[in-house]
């Protein structure tokens, strides 16, 4: 044993710099958010709520394709077809993992996690959506040009992804 080692575990060095520490942010002012009247801003793509697409004439983009309760990892979309329209279409809000996976998946960009996050209740069958409740949670969140914006920054690959890039050799063709 050395003889700072020594020093070190008589005087107990590590707890007095921690009393320190303490007493140096005990008379500062407090960083905690008063919740209800102070916000945080939400950071940009935050997976929140979930919402069904709508079209500009104000129709479902859902077709009912599958793709995204196939990839679901905690299986919490179902999705029900008769005669070829989506009959019913419902997210477990209780098991999902906001992964975003769904978002990936659909081909349709037809659903959406929206940056809502204060969706909390006492009930199970509140946190069980529907159709219904996905399509109006379009409405709220993310109409108009919100809901533009977020597939423009965030649903890639886009159709101005795939071109040639300029420093890219390109065949000319014989003469």
């Keep these: 044993m050395t003889a700072k080692e020594l020093v070190n575990k008589i005087f107990f060095v590590e707890i007095l710099k921690a009393m320190a520490l303490t007493l140096s942010r005990m008379f500062s002012h407090a960083v905690t958010i008063q919740y209800p009247t102070e916000r945080r801003p939400i950071a940009p793509g935050f997976r929140g709520q979930h919402a069904l697409a709508k079209n500009p004439e104000g129709k479902a983009k859902c077709v009912g394709c599958g793709l995204c309760a196939a990839i679901c990892p905690s299986q919490c979309i179902q999705i029900f077809r008769e005669k070829g329209k989506v009959a019913r279409y419902e997210v477990e809000v209780l098991r999902c993992i906001f992964c975003g996976f769904c978002v990936e998946a659909c081909p349709y ?37 919100k809901g533009e914006d977020y597939f423009k920054k965030f649903w890639r690959p886009m159709s101005e992804d795939f071109g040639t890039p300029q420093s890219q050799a390109v065949f000319r063709g014989r003469r």
């Design 109 to 145: 960009g037809a659903i959406v996690l929206t940056e809502n996050f204060e969706y909390s209740n006492y009930s199970k069958e509140a946190l069980y959506m529907t159709r219904e409740n996905l399509l109006s949670n379009w409405d709220k969140y993310m109409a108009g040009k």
